[in-house]
């Protein structure tokens, strides 16, 4: 009969070398997700949810406008509506009427907002 002899691996450390590293705790994927999940509801309360709301407010308010009413537009210049139609407005300015898109209505001019934008 052959037999083998049984061979084992034996790793020979130097005497003054430490006898095991010890490995730190490994964090875990849920403790890793909890900062993660703050910073995200920290970031809609800031940034996102004002913005939300503001935006709310301008397209309600575009949408109460009526003839008569003076207005800025994303570009600053002022006009007053002449005519309202569903998606647009026809609007006199100095150098005459022309028709713009609600969208581009910015605020009312006079206000503080309006003030704000034009600048």
């Keep these: 009969m052959n037999e083998t002899p049984e061979t084992t691996a034996v790793t020979v450390q130097p005497a003054d070398a430490p006898a ?3 490995q730190p705790p490994q ?9 993660m999940l703050l910073i995200l509801a920290i970031f809609y309360f800031m940034m996102i949810r004002p913005q939300q709301r503001k935006e709310k407010e301008r397209r309600k308010m575009i949408e109460e406008l009526r003839a008569g009413a003076k207005i800025v537009f994303a570009g600053g210049l002022v006009g007053t509506i002449v005519e309202a139609t569903e998606k647009t407005f026809i609007v006199e300015t ?8 609600r969208a581009c209505v910015n605020g009312l001019a006079g206000t503080d907002a309006a003030a704000a934008a034009a600048k």
């Design 94 to 101: 100095v150098n005459g009427q022309i028709e713009i898109l």
């Design 27 to 35: 964090p875990s994927g849920f403790g890793m997700m909890v900062p």
């Design 20 to 22: 095991a590293a010890v």
